[in-house]
């Protein structure tokens, strides 16, 4: 992964989501996030192939408050919040997106756009917020972190 990328995208503080094209640990990108001083969240997918695994593996990595209602609006709402952590900027990691990518695209897809509102609402606020996202191929529609803008 173009470390220098990610890092020129975090000194940008605008945010967005991206597909990784090689996979990263997740220490590396926590790497990175801690330099900018930003939240730092792994969503380890290699269990993940429906909705509520889904939800729930976002729920426990991003530490969401018990009022988590467990479906896409709750989770767009504590996307657009996160007031539980006090942070200049977050990073999401979701590697090994490939089960739920494949067993239910649909799903995946709606993922993928509460996360892009997640990041619209944060910039708003003048708040990066990034999603990274790997696996074996790109999903439709993402870009790819450190091709041309």
């Known amino acids: 992964m173009p470390l220098e990328a990610l890092n020129d995208l975090l000194d940008d503080e605008t945010g967005g989501v991206f597909f ?10 926590q790497s990175a996030a801690k330099r900018a001083k930003f939240a730092f969240f792994h969503i380890e997918g290699r269990n993940i192939s429906r909705k509520e695994q889904l939800l729930n593996h976002v729920a426990t990595a991003l530490r969401f408050p018990g009022y988590f209602g467990d479906n896409w609006d709750a989770l767009e709402e504590c996307l657009a919040d996160m007031e539980w952590v006090d942070a200049p900027g977050y990073v999401i990691y979701y590697d090994h997106i490939d089960g739920l990518l494949a067993a239910h695209p649909d799903q995946f897809a709606t993922f993928v756009e509460i996360c892009r509102d997640a ?4 910039r708003e606020d003048g708040t990066a917020f990034v999603v990274l996202l790997s696996g074996a191929k790109a999903p439709r529609g993402v870009a790819q972190l450190g091709a041309a803008k």
Request: glycine share 8%; hydrophobic share 35%; net charge positive.
């Open 20 to 29: 990784l094209p090689r996979h990263a640990t997740p220490r590396e990108i």
């Open 119 to 122: 990041v619209g609402s944060w």
